[in-house]
């Protein structure tokens, strides 16, 4: 398994700014991945953060809007920028070890709430 | 393409009585399955995992869940469920290849004393 933690745990913001969210795995992965929560709903995939070169994003998701950085196996950031209040939701990563391993464990979550 | 569909939002049990949580999927291919559970304010935690291995997975906390290919089914199950199996529990299929999770739209566990 993996144990993964996330700075903050939880954030006020207003809108127009950015918050940058961090992701810390304790071991190296090959895989990290970055979801959006919204309230009462199920979790959707933002983008795969890719060591040594740029996120992949799904459908609906845009670089300018959550630019993704993952500067090595262990580490990754999102940021949300330009925020507005449909932006409040839980912000979750995950990772994994990938090869033959698909099970992804998920870190605590980041609580963001856009005024 | 692979979908998963929970076919309950909401399920209520009573204390001691049997848990079921209901899950279908569609793959085109021999699919991993997953069972998640989220506890309020909390991450998501690994319950059990079918990648096509035996098909009576066991988990943690009791939870067991059958792989049905005739049925195309992953229901989660518990002979007795305890209040502190109150949560949101979400299945979950990979896409072929990529490591990618498609998540159901997740089942909130309630449990009656």
């Known amino acids: 398994s993996a144990v993964i933690s996330q700075k903050p745990s939880r954030d006020i913001c207003q809108r127009g700014t950015s918050l940058t969210i961090q992701c810390q795995v304790d071991?190296?992965?090959?895989?990290m991945f970055w979801y959006r929560q919204q309230p009462g709903q199920s979790l959707t995939l933002i983008a795969t953060?890719?060591?040594?070169?740029?996120?992949?994003?799904e459908s609906g998701f845009v670089i300018d809007k959550f630019p993704i950085s993952r500067p090595n196996l262990t580490f990754s950031t999102l940021t949300v920028s330009n925020m507005s209040p449909e932006d409040s939701s839980i912000y979750l990563c995950s990772a994994s070890r990938g090869m033959s391993e698909e099970t992804q464990y998920f870190g605590p979550g980041t609580r963001l709430l856009v005024l | 393409a692979q979908s998963v569909t929970q076919l309950d939002s909401h399920v209520s049990v009573s204390e001691g009585t049997p848990v079921l949580l209901r899950c279908n999927y569609s793959s085109s291919y021999s699919p991993s399955l997953f069972w998640y559970v989220q506890h309020p304010n909390k991450g998501l935690q690994l319950l059990l995992k079918y990648t096509s291995a035996a098909t009576l997975v066991k988990g943690i906390n009791g939870f067991e869940a059958e792989f049905k290919k005739s049925e195309t089914s992953f229901h989660l199950t518990k002979p007795s469920a305890h209040m502190s199996d109150a949560a949101e529990y979400f299945c979950?299929?990979?896409?072929?290849?990529?490591?990618?999770?498609?998540f159901g739209t997740g089942t909130r566990l309630k449990v009656l004393a």
């Open positions: 979950v299929v990979t896409i072929s290849g990529t490591y990618k999770y498609i």
């Open positions: 071991s190296q992965v090959t895989m």
């Open positions: 953060a890719n060591q040594g070169s740029e996120a992949t994003y």
